[in-house]
């Protein structure tokens, strides 16, 4: 997969650009603040339908504009010619996405048209911060080339905003809690087996993967495993029976309800999911120094990109936002020996990494070639 081309208009501090991109590697280099990052988020953005970082859409509107609107141009396996995804937001309004020229409804649609792999100096936490941001790994990378996957986790979050409505609101309303909560449980239960089904077996494929790139790193002297931990307490083996895990489920939602009204939530379901990481047999995020949590982060980026071109039969795009100054000179170069062969835009402060490549020099929201 390669994208040829990004249009931006009153998106953050760029008011009208178009940037053209090589099929090897593009630098965008200029000082802090300058439009780096506004420009990988704009194009990530069509990866997952939503910023990477913590914001509202309309947030990215230029100051004193009323929208802003976004295109790129790519080119898949699928066809021969270059398509189109645009996203437009206006203040107050649903946004607009056309594929092609065609309007999508639904923001499932466009997840997966679009692949990429990004990584930003937020994942070098990867390890060490809490379940939330490695299930969220194991989410954004499923979805790329798993659209069922995606509507059974849209699904899921619905009916378990449901469930802890009446939960919170049992003391109040118990009568209602308890002509219904079942119903709720059961769906909760289908969806939460589904989806541990596959979560499970692809961290399977990115334990191989990425005891791979980590022993290459590490000069083969040091290990690692990964496994899936699921709230119903299954070995990784269990999840391969999506019945069985439903009916775990099933018990657990069902026999529990004193625990969860008390809490005020919900206790079991993939909410409460991690990975647990080890290397040499220790915990990664409790042990690790901070260096072997970099290389796992880098790893397990670096299989993410494996595996979506093993599921897809392409390779994804490469976004590194600000990341190699945050590695040292040889997890760099082993960074940028890893994805020579991809499509990457790299945004770097640094003038020194990229001798051969094409730059693009980026200040105060302009492009310059």
């Known amino acids: 997969m390669v994208c040829n081309y990004i249009k931006l208009k009153n998106y953050r501090n760029i008011e009208d650009e178009e940037i053209v991109f090589d099929d090897g590697v593009n630098v965008l280099e200029g000082d802090n603040a300058q439009g780096k990052t506004n420009l990988i988020e704009a194009i990530y953005t069509f990866t997952t339908g939503k910023s990477f970082r913590a914001v509202k859409e309309a947030d990215a509107i230029k100051f004193g504009e009323k929208e802003y609107l976004i295109e790129i141009g790519f080119k898949d396996s699928s066809r021969s010619d270059i398509q189109t995804l645009s996203v437009g937001v206006a203040r107050g309004c649903r946004r ?47 979805s790329q080339f798993r659209p069922v996957y995606l509507k059974s986790l849209q699904k899921y979050y619905a009916i378990l905003e449901q469930r802890n409505k009446l939960i919170k609101n049992a003391e109040a309303d118990f009568s209602t809690l308890k002509e219904t909560i079942n119903i709720w449980s059961e769906q909760l239960a289908h969806e939460a087996a589904f989806i541990s089904h596959i979560r499970s077996r692809y961290v399977k494929k990115v334990e191989e993967a990425v005891a791979e790139y980590f022993c290459e790193m590490t000069d083969k002297k040091e290990n690692v495993e990964m496994s899936y931990i699921g709230s119903s307490k299954q070995s990784p083996d269990e999840y391969e029976d999506i019945e069985a895990v439903e009916k775990r489920y099933k018990e657990l939602l069902s026999s529990n309800i004193e625990r969860e009204i008390a809490a005020g939530s919900t206790l079991w379901g993939i909410h409460k999911d991690d990975i647990e990481i080890l290397i040499n047999g220790k915990s990664a995020r409790s042990f690790a120094s901070q260096g072997q949590q970099r290389s796992l982060a880098l790893a397990m980026k670096l299989a993410e990109g494996d595996i979506c071109r093993y599921e897809t039969g392409e390779n994804p795009i490469f976004l590194l936002d600000d990341v190699l100054s945050e590695l040292d000179e040889r997890r ?11 499509q990457v835009i790299i945004s770097t402060c640094e003038k020194t990494y990229f001798a051969t490549s094409k730059k693009i020099i980026v200040k105060n929201g302009e492009y310059i070639f």
């Open 96 to 142: 607009k996405i056309l594929l092609n020229g065609v309007k999508i409804d639904k923001l499932s649609e466009m997840i997966g048209c679009f692949r990429a792999v990004l990584f930003c100096p937020e994942h070098l936490s990867l390890i060490k911060e809490g379940p939330s941001m490695r299930r969220n790994y194991l989410d954004v990378a499923i």
């Open 332 to 342: 760099r170069n082993f960074l940028l020996c890893s994805i020579k062969d991809r």
